[in-house]
């Protein structure tokens, strides 16, 4: 069962570097423990502030880039490079800077590659990826994931069809949020992590974080859960409806 957490701090500066620091902790312990790490990133502007505020710890020398696997939790599909990806946003903000190994940061699959403009193609290519270590899906130490104002997680939206898939990825062709489509880790897939950590901050998520850890189960958040930990790591304004 898992157990959740509620981590409350001031402001999102306090945030992102926190939740920074907490990453290298996990990836550094799963590296002493089994030699290597798995960590799945996500989109939005607080993970974005996440990484850029990693590279400013000097703990983060403790990391064996070279031993750390990179997954995305969802993907706006677009053509590689393009500004709006998660991919690029993350390889500005820290990816590029670091001695990662390239054939260990899975980027999802973008709208100019192997399959073209179809987001299923793609949705199932990262599929294969996935299952390259031999199991339907890599060991995901922790998988990090946004909030939307609406309780979305990933490309997970409340009252979406995808959130019944079953298997661990699948294509979003008419996401509320821009742009419409989308590739995704599911909801079952999501589950697989040892940790999942819900980060959010600003006055725009206190509803639907106050509605998901209320229970509400049409919030796609409530249901984004690790098998041993499900971290809630959220600014003040954030958690200002939190019971
Ligand atoms: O592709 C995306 O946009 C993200 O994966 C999405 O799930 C994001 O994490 C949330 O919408 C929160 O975004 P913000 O942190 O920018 O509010």
Same mark, same amino acid.
């Given at each position: 069962m898992s157990k959740t957490l509620v981590v409350v701090v001031?402001?999102?500066?306090?945030?992102?570097?926190?939740?920074?620091s907490r990453l290298i902790a996990k990836i550094v312990d799963a590296q002493a423990e089994r030699g290597s790490a798995g960590v %799945? !990133?996500?989109? =939005?502007?607080?993970?974005?502030?996440?990484?850029?505020?990693?590279?400013e710890l000097p703990e983060a020398r403790a990391i064996d880039w070279a031993q750390l696997d990179l997954w995305w939790g969802d993907e706006r599909f677009l053509p590689a490079g393009d500004p709006e990806r998660n991919e690029t946003q993350a390889r500005e903000a820290l990816l590029d800077a670091l001695p990662l190994d390239p054939a260990r940061v899975h980027a999802m699959p973008a709208s100019d590659g192997p399959d073209g403009d179809d987001p299923e193609a793609a949705a199932t290519r990262y599929a294969g990826e996935l299952r390259l270590g031999g199991a339907e899906?890599?060991?995901?130490? %922790? !998988?990090?994931? =946004?909030?939307?104002e609406d309780g979305h997680v990933a490309s997970l939206f409340p009252g979406h069809p995808v959130l019944n898939e079953t298997g661990t990825t699948a294509a979003v062709r008419d996401s509320p949020k821009p742009p419409p489509n989308r590739v995704t880790l599911t909801m079952p897939a999501i589950q697989t992590a040892d940790e999942v950590w819900l980060i959010a901050a600003g006055p725009d998520k206190t509803d639907s974080v106050g509605r998901a850890l209320?229970?509400?189960?049409?919030?796609?958040?409530?249901h984004a859960t690790g098998r041993t930990k499900t971290y809630w790591l959220l600014d003040k304004a954030a958690a200002a409806k939190v019971g």
């Open positions: 001031p402001d999102a500066d306090t945030l992102a570097a926190t939740v920074a %799945v !990133l996500t989109g =939005g502007r607080i993970a974005k502030r996440v990484l850029a505020a990693l590279e899906l890599p060991p995901f130490d %922790v !998988l990090m994931l =946004g909030v939307g209320g229970g509400d189960e049409l919030l796609p958040a409530a």
